[in-house]
């Protein structure tokens, strides 16, 4: 990556897995709603919903700590690539636990679902406040821990290649 475009290939990355991450999600909720409808007695085995948010958080905190952590080329392109991540965490971490997020949302996708009619099995979501907030508290799990095992696994693998390998590959 150059120097100069750092900054704006992390916010392109954070676009993108978040983008990805929306959708994945509303893919997941459709499975899980297919399959309380089918079977509801294996219907909470295992929600996919909560399932892809674990999976692309570890490709999301491996990716930041392989692309943006180790292999900043200068400290100053590091502070400022880390405080776009920090100011993301916090808006997904504070922002989206607030009343105002939750009906803000409700209100765009009912201005999307009345324009676009054919879009409302997409974006439907019958979720109540209290539903809302429980399954952001799960995200926010999901991504907490998600963040510490990728972190170990970044030490078990940094501790396995060795010293030497670590600061002939990265910038360290």
Known sequence: IPDNYYEQYYLGFLCFTSVFKSLMKRLGQIVDQMRIYN????A???SMEYLFEWIISAFYFTEVRFLFIFNTPTTLT???TMSIHLVSEVFQSRIRFTTVYYYGTKKIIDIITDRYPSMKNTFVDDSSL???FNRMSM???ARYYTSIVTGCSMLLFLWLIGEKNVEEHYYV
């Open 130 to 132: 209290k539903e809302w």
């Open 78 to 80: 590091f502070i400022r």
């Open 44 to 46: 909470y085995f295992v």
């Open 39 to 42: 079977d509801p007695s294996h």
């Open 139 to 141: 995200d926010f799990a």
